[in-house]
């Protein structure tokens, strides 16, 4: 029983890495537990997350699966418990593909270029128009102009 809780609690971890990871890639996502179906073969359940896109459509990009201990079984993979018993491990696996990267692409790039969100942007520009009086520059459009280059 130990183990399952074990593996619950490495399942919500995963899905806070999730969650602190889309944050910084600034893209909106769902986490949803799949039905029987869209379970991946093998798994006791699947959790995925769904990227929204811009259109309203979703993108898988990530997903959680619980396998109980049934590869354990079939491969003989087993440990010492704390009573000095044998007993095989309940497995996880997590992952990410390259979805995310078309994701982010998707979701922060149109007609004019790409603008990456800042926890991943290999150069961060502010622009600040310096407005004066009287002056025959209008700095504001200039500004402006620098921008959308």
């Avoid at 969100?117 to 009287?134: F, G, S, T």
Wanted: negative net charge.
């Amino acid at each position: 029983m130990l183990t399952k809780i074990v593996q619950v609690r490495q399942i919500a971890q995963d899905l806070e890495i999730v969650d602190n990871l889309m944050h910084d890639l600034c893209l909106p996502v769902i986490k949803a537990k799949r039905p029987v179906w869209d379970t991946f073969p093998g798994a006791w359940y699947t959790i995925a997350i769904d990227a929204i896109m811009p259109n309203g459509r979703t993108l898988q990009v990530a997903s959680c699966h619980h396998y109980r201990d049934q590869w354990a079984k079939a491969f003989d993979l087993s440990y010492e418990n704390l009573d000095a018993q044998q007993q095989h491990c309940h497995q996880t696996t997590y992952g990410m593909s390259e979805r995310l990267l078309g994701a982010i692409v998707g979701m922060h790039g149109d007609d004019n270029g790409l603008i990456m969100p800042p926890a991943i942007a290999p150069h961060q520009i502010v622009i600040c128009p310096m407005i004066r009086k009287n002056s025959e520059v209008d700095t504001v459009a200039k500004a402006t102009k620098l921008q959308l280059f």
